[in-house]
């Protein structure tokens, strides 16, 4: 009877050490399946994708444009907010769908919301209408700063969809990333003079289709530099200056200068201001230069007509400045035949 008894106890203890053993590789097989980079790091690490699914009324002129796109996370957080958490910088306005939550297989805990956005975007025209844009989603946490959050890239889901379609651009290619961000105030909770935080960017380049819009956005500037060389070589014979009259001839120059001027207003309240110069100027300023120098050349033609100088030194005078013309208009077409050397990356 009491080795019965003392083999139940035996087998009790069998089955016990069995169970635990179970448990302990369970448990260790389950921490096998999460990343390390969640396992290694005392922070609440958050994994980040996007899908952008749309992009959308890129106004130059206002400096914004609008996009939706799907963001989600995965952590160890259960409870972690995504939808309440996350700051789109420079976002005019931001609309967030309820979130879905799941558990993935990986033992982490996956949120995804779609959103929709206007974000403040500083152009760089420099280029233009050669130019590439940088479209950048940039996302903070609202709570946590890095010391306990620390956002890492999916970069193996995330992209955009191939059917967004913009007129005038196309899709280049995209980027994410995640870097650290201080700002110079600790917000006035502390003693610290800083506070930084950890960032997650999605970046898109857009390139443009530039050579429809060469001809259509510049056409006025184009027919005045072809008038006013029409005009220089007419003053650059005695016999055209006698079939064309005086006041035909700076009609001609004064129909160009309108038709600048027209096209300079329609170019800058399509682009926003810029520091730096850009190729509209350099294209402006040509324009306003040949204009200059027809009109200049037009009137002194006249003075020494009327002055009764000779011929040939009125030609002379006319043709000098048509020759400084042509080469102004050849480094002009040698400059936008290569445009891809003005483009800053």
């Known amino acids: 009877m009491a080795k019965n008894y003392t083999n139940g106890f ?49 106004n130059f002129a206002g400096g914004y444009y609008k996009t939706t796109f799907w963001l989600w996370s995965k952590s160890k957080d259960q409870f972690y907010p995504l939808e309440q958490d996350i700051e789109i910088m420079g976002a005019r306005d931001i609309k967030i769908n309820p979130p879905t939550s799941l558990l993935i297989e990986d033992g982490l805990f996956y949120k995804s919301v779609k959103v929709a956005a206007t974000v403040n975007e500083k ?3 420099r280029a233009y209408p050669f130019d590439t844009q940088r479209l950048r989603i940039a996302i903070e946490s609202t709570s946590s700063d890095i010391s306990t ?18 007129t005038g651009w196309k899709i280049a290619g995209m980027e994410i990333a995640t870097v650290p961000y201080t700002y110079q105030t600790d917000w006035g909770i502390g ?82 201001a810029s520091d730096a110069i850009t190729l509209p100027d350099l294209i402006q300023i040509g324009s306003f230069l040949a204009i200059a120098v027809s009109l200049l050349t037009v009137i002194v033609a006249e003075i020494l007509d009327r002055l009764k100088y000779p011929g040939d030194y009125v030609n002379k005078f006319a ?25 800053v990356p």
């Open 10 to 58: 035996l087998i009790y203890y069998i089955i016990r050490i069995m169970i635990l053993s179970y448990a302990i590789s369970s448990n260790y097989s389950y921490a096998q399946t999460i990343e390390p980079i969640f396992t290694q790091d005392k922070r609440n690490i958050v994994k980040m994708g996007i899908y952008i699914t749309n992009i959308f009324e890129m």
């Open 123 to 125: 152009w760089d025209i």
């Open 149 to 166: 959050l620390k956002f890492v890239t999916d970069s193996e889901s995330s992209g955009f969809d191939g059917s967004i379609a913009m």
């Open 191 to 272: 003693h610290n003079r800083k506070s930084t935080y950890s960032r997650f960017i999605a970046t898109i380049t857009l390139k443009r289709s530039s050579h429809r819009i060469l001809g259509t956005a510049f056409l006025g500037f184009f027919v005045a530099n072809i008038l006013t060389g029409a005009v220089l070589l007419v003053e650059s014979f005695a016999a055209t200056r006698a079939a064309i009259p005086f006041l035909g001839r700076l009609n001609i120059v004064i129909g160009s200068l309108f038709g600048a001027v027209g096209n300079k207003y329609i170019i800058d309240n399509a682009l926003p």
């Open 319 to 343: 043709r000098i400045n048509t020759l400084i013309y042509i080469v102004s208009q050849v480094v002009a077409l040698s400059y936008l035949a290569y445009d891809h050397m003005y483009v």
